[in-house]
């Protein structure tokens, strides 16, 4: 169960945030309103969040799941593949530090974005991706077996990053959409296939049985309400345009 959450309000220089989709610019005053409103979900799922202030320098900041994975023993701040997001790893580490004694770090060669990181039960899962190659990961699954983990690679040519196309929704629940569909690491799992048109939605929030998922993707929602789980929909329309996604958002522990 988790208790805490990290979140970073987002600046206006998101607005031109990295992204490879084609679907404009964000509206900022629209953004920020998502986003209290992403907090709320949070707290609702009782969760206390810890605000940090905009960072103007860094245009994708508000997405603090890439820049550390917090795991229930154990910190580690990433280094992120994309150049850009590499300076706001130094302004998480405070926040980090305040409930983390234990803290590891990734460093070059290595690049890490914790959003190609999946956590199932005590394995993490680690996509290889253009943000995380194999000298991160590598690093990465070192830190987690000291500290009685363990982890793995995952290879994919289609996704940004891991878990713009799966999610573990606990109980051997997994979202899963595209290549993570047929892939073979994942074969165990009951999965929750995702429909093309509703593709956005693999990327929804397991958080203390409720599942966050963004709204407007109907099928997903249901087909997740029905094993069980409390849905609460959240508008993420601004974000999905810079690429963000749900789990982007926070950092939960």
Not at 188 to 197: G, L, S, W
Request: net charge negative; with cysteine.
């Amino acid at each position: 169960m988790f208790q805490n959450a990290i979140v970073r309000t987002p600046c206006q220089a998101m607005v031109n945030g990295l992204t490879e989709a084609d679907l404009g610019k964000p509206d900022f005053e629209l953004a920020l309103a998502q986003h209290a409103d992403y907090i709320d979900a949070l707290k609702a799922c009782g969760l206390k969040v810890t605000v940090l202030e905009a960072l103007e320098d860094y245009p994708d900041s508000c997405f603090v799941e890439d820049v550390a994975l917090l795991t229930p023993t154990v910190a580690v701040l990433t280094h992120p593949g994309a150049i850009s997001r590499r300076g706001e790893v130094d302004y998480i580490s405070a926040a980090v530090r305040k409930h983390y004694k234990q803290v590891e770090t990734i460093t070059a060669p290595g690049h890490v974005e914790a959003g190609d990181i999946m956590m199932v039960n005590k394995h993490f899962y680690i996509g290889l991706s253009a943000r995380t190659n194999q000298a991160g990961a590598a690093q990465m699954i070192e830190h987690l077996q000291t500290h009685g983990y363990t982890g793995s690679t995952v290879t994919m040519s289609e996704l940004l990053h891991l878990k713009t196309g799966i999610s573990y929704l606990e109980n051997n629940h997994m979202l899963t959409f595209g290549e993570m569909q047929s892939h073979s690491d994942f074969a165990r799992f009951n999965q929750i296939a995702v429909p093309a048109e509703e593709a956005y939605a693999a990327n929804s929030v397991w958080i203390n049985d409720t599942v966050l998922v963004p709204k407007g993707f109907p099928v997903t929602a249901d087909n997740i309400a029905r094993l069980g789980y409390e849905v609460r929909e959240v508008a993420m329309s601004e974000f999905q345009k810079i690429d963000g996604g749900l789990s982007c958002l926070s950092l939960r522990f």
